[in-house]
């Protein structure tokens, strides 16, 4: 076989591995959708989940879902963005901000079952919350914490220099000039974070199963925090391998979809803010 | 004495880390004058520019000695308040630099960060600024779109503006026209003229046609040394130093 | 010239009090300094929370030795909780087996997607596949599982005659799981070559393949090898996917396709089944441990490897 042959075959194997991602993708896709949308209907989304009988809803798991994420980006944004935006900014080269990287790498390789412990020892156990959204919240910030950590800082960082040193030399102090001027530049990027660990965030199961729980509170919609509180993907898990209900299968598959839905709807949305601050920002260049 | 200069350095030294940068450099500068810093590239004359309203501080690992006086106060002083130096002593950067915001905002930026939040004082101060700087009547009609869309010619002017809109007294100029066109490089050099009148002016060109063009003294760097520093015209025509003649009948640098 | 040194005088004087910072920037000045500090506490959280996660999870852990020997609980292969028995062997020895068998599924359909991706995909394809590569790791790992559980465990079974749970499906799971991770790392390093290697080598008359097989993988080889890091260290360390699709049985597996139990899934099973401070309680905060410093290990490895190829 002449090298030019080779070439040949492993073009075509290469593009075979292309096509075949792709189209274990859209199988994956068309397997959950196809599968779940049929189960989904206002009343599954919106009411209550059945103990023993059929036709349950996710209703409380799709708020708690959403609800548990708002608290911990609420607790993870301010303390991630001010971690970054000192990486960024203020850190010298010196052993504290050595010690503040090596943190956010370790952070970020932590695997979430043992988030999920580290949140049932100290959310549950020591504070004696017990399992409850709050819990949950505050597990789930430290996952969210390490990605937006790294994309406050990048998002920084590729703000021009000169927009810095023009302000300053305008006599703002560093803080003036961070808030006015290198925060809005880097927004559409810390936005585009913020979505995709929201994406993940609304998937993540396991850091929640011993923090905010495997049922939910009574009351529909509860907004106290410190009420029991499981997510739709927690729920996703428990119909299949622990409920009772006999149409345990079509609430996993009706949950599946819906999870899928909305992690399409976050993965477009990605884009759109940060194009629209962009556009603003150059002024349609 | 010394009360009778508008800037007075007297020796400075500047080291970043173990280079010495600057050595010590003595200078005097009169109120509503132009002030040229000409020589080499690496010279150290945008180096000292940054030594005015420190922004070297910025460098890690930047070291200075001796002293820098601006209508008598030391700026390098420990009770120097260095937002209301950077104020006082403004700046204008060798690309122009606006904020990614509309042209009324990046005008309105620097009283914002001092304190005025009232909407007619900052028209006013937009409009002034903006006339002071001759570009008013380009962009009177968008102002609230991106100053990122104007021309690299009218950015910079608008960066003058915006300076201007903060009552600095001092304008330090690093290189403002190397990125311009001819066109709008004469629009700044005219500008320069009429700022004069309020303002004391020190430019970093590395075009000596231009420091012949528009500034009263002019200072020559080399290798870290300020050479001499004379009236202008007497520079271009009979320098005391040789290597000042050498360098501007262009046989180095 | 006495009206000289007075008008002098007073723009000095003017000039001082301009030096004075006004109230209002005394005001900025001292947010300034106060968000400094905001800062640097932010930063200084980050490290507290992984450190207390280390402290917490590890005191936990290690109060299980009151109670069983490490011996026993490394080695030993029986885990009857019920009788006091620990032995986290199976567990450990399974968790070994399904994330490298994962790897070893991937990475062939990531390396070959990453070459692919980089250096021959048409602008349109790879419009495609970026975008699709993103969308594979934002999906639940849950959903990944019921696809687990509803297509590859019922068609193993079916193939095999038996239940078809166990390392297998797992395995291929993970794999499609970690294939995106693995793939887009890998597609960063080919990517950020310099275009002189590959230049250079097609110069030289070798065909495409050729300079992609012999000059950009092995210079591209510390990213991949972070990629595999990083994969592995994803695949041992999820929990729900596989929990649907391997069986759960706390034994030895007898071969890939019978029912056994990995560090992450053992905890969540038995978690629900413990009172907080008992030997079993504290056996799953050990076996948690195990997997915390396996992973800041892998880490480790990640940074040697990245110094090793700034070096050359």
């Not at chain 1, 913020?194 to 993540?204: N, Q």
């Not at chain 2, 009360?3 to 005097?28: C, Q």
């Not at chain 2, 500008?191 to 970093?204: A, D, H």
């Not at chain 3, 790897?103 to 970026?130: D, H, S």
């Amino acid at each position: 076989m002449t090298s030019k042959q080779i070439d040949r075959i492993a073009t075509a194997v290469l593009w075979l591995a292309g096509i075949l991602i792709i189209a274990l993708l859209g199988w994956f896709l068309i397997r959950i959708l196809g599968d779940g949308l049929p189960q989904l209907s206002w009343k599954f989304i919106t009411s209550k989940p059945q103990e023993i009988s059929a036709g349950g809803g996710v209703g409380p798991q799709l708020f708690n879902s959403f609800y548990i994420l708002f608290l911990s980006l609420l607790l993870s944004l301010p303390i991630g963005m001010g971690a970054g935006i000192y990486l960024a900014v203020y850190a010298k080269k010196n052993g504290f901000t050595d010690l503040i990287r090596i943190s956010v790498e370790a952070l970020s390789s932590v695997p979430s079952i043992v988030f999920g412990l580290f949140g049932y020892l100290l959310f549950a156990n020591l504070f004696g919350w017990k399992f409850s959204i709050l819990g949950g919240a505050c597990t789930l910030a430290l996952l969210n914490l390490p990605v937006l950590v790294r994309v406050t800082e990048e998002g920084i960082r590729a703000v021009p220099a000169s927009y810095w040193e023009a302000s300053l030399a305008l006599g703002s102090t560093k803080w003036q000039a961070i808030r006015k001027v290198l925060v809005p530049a880097a927004l559409p990027t810390i936005i585009t974070g913020i979505t995709l660990t929201s994406g993940r965030a609304l998937g993540e199961s396991a850091i929640l199963i011993y923090t905010a729980g495997l049922s939910v509170s009574r009351m529909f919609p509860d907004f106290n925090p410190m009420k029991i509180g499981e997510t739709l993907s927690v729920h996703l898990w428990y119909v299949q391998s622990e409920a009772l209900v006999p149409d345990a299968k079509q609430i996993a598959q009706g949950s599946a979809a819906l999870l899928l839905i909305v992690v399409l709807v976050f993965n477009l949305l990605i884009g759109i803010p940060s194009r629209i601050l962009q556009k603003r920002l150059t002024g349609g260049k | 004495m010394t009360e009778r200069h508008k800037i007075n350095v007297s020796k400075l030294n500047l080291f970043y880390g173990d280079n010495h940068a600057l050595h010590d450099i003595e200078m005097t500068i009169e109120s509503n004058t132009i002030a040229a810093l000409i020589g080499p590239s690496g010279c150290g004359k945008s180096t000292f520019l940054r030594t005015l309203n420190r922004m070297n501080d910025l460098i890690d690992g930047v070291r200075i000695t001796g002293s820098v006086a601006v209508d008598g106060q030391n700026v390098y002083g420990p009770e120097t308040d260095i937002v209301s130096l950077r104020k006082r002593v403004g700046m204008v950067f060798q690309r122009p630099n606006p904020f990614p915001m509309s042209i009324y905002d990046n005008i309105a930026y620097g009283p914002r960060i001092h304190g005025t939040k009232k909407k007619a004082v900052l028209d006013e101060i937009v409009e002034r600024s903006l006339r002071q700087a001759a570009l008013w009547d380009e962009v009177k009609d968008r102002l609230n779109k991106s100053a990122l869309g104007l021309s690299g010619g009218q950015q910079q002017r608008l960066c003058i503006a915006r300076l201007l809109a903060v009552e600095p007294d001092v304008l330090l100029m690093d290189e403002p026209t190397s990125a311009l066109d001819p066109i709008s490089t004469l629009k700044v050099e005219e500008l320069t003229q009429t700022l004069k009148e309020r303002y004391t002016i020190i430019i970093v060109t590395h075009n000596m046609q231009q420091a012949a063009r528009i500034s009263d003294v002019t200072s020559f760097f080399l290798n870290g040394y300020l050479v001499e520093t004379d009236k202008t015209d007497k520079i271009f025509t009979n320098p005391n130093d040789q290597r000042t003649e050498d360098y501007i009948t262009g046989r180095f640098g | 010239m006495n009206s000289y040194v007075d008008k002098l005088d007073e723009k000095s004087a003017s000039g001082r009090a301009a030096w004075k910072p006004s109230r209002w920037m005394n005001m900025q000045n001292k947010a300034d300094a106060t968000m400094r500090y905001v800062f640097i506490i932010s930063a200084a959280l980050v490290a507290a929370v992984i450190f207390s996660i280390i402290v917490f999870v590890g005191m936990q852990g290690v109060k299980t030795f009151a109670g069983v020997s490490p011996w026993e609980f490394f080695f030993s292969t029986d885990w009857t909780p019920s009788a006091g028995k620990f032995g986290a062997f199976p567990f450990l020895f399974s968790t070994v087996v399904l994330t490298l068998l994962s790897v070893v599924f991937a990475l062939p359909l990531a390396l070959a997607g990453a070459i692919f991706t980089a250096k021959i995909a048409p602008n349109w394809m790879r419009e495609i596949l970026r975008p699709a590569t993103d969308l594979f790791v934002g999906i639940p790992s849950v959903v990944y599982g019921l696809i687990g559980l509803t297509v590859i465990v019922p068609f193993i079974g079916k193939v095999v005659k038996g239940t078809g749970y166990g390392i297998l499906p797992a395995a291929i799971i993970l794999a499609i799981m970690i294939m995106p991770t693995i793939l887009s790392i890998s597609e960063d390093a080919i990517r950020s070559l310099p275009g002189r290697l590959e230049e250079a080598s097609l110069a030289l008359g070798a065909t495409r393949w050729q300079t992609i097989w012999k000059v950009l993988l092995p210079a591209a080889r510390p990213g991949i090898l972070t990629a595999v890091i990083l994969g592995m260290g994803r695949a041992m360390g999820e929990t729900m996917a596989v929990f649907m699709v391997i069986g759960n049985s706390p034994q030895m597996p007898k071969s890939l396709i019978s029912s056994t139990t990995v560090l992450t899934t053992a905890i969540v099973k038995d978690m629900g089944n413990t009172n907080y401070g008992s030997t079993w309680n504290n056996a799953l905060f050990l076996m948690a441990l195990l997997l915390l410093v396996i992973s800041l290990l892998l880490i480790l490895i990640i940074r040697v490897v990245a110094r090793r190829s700034e070096l050359k």
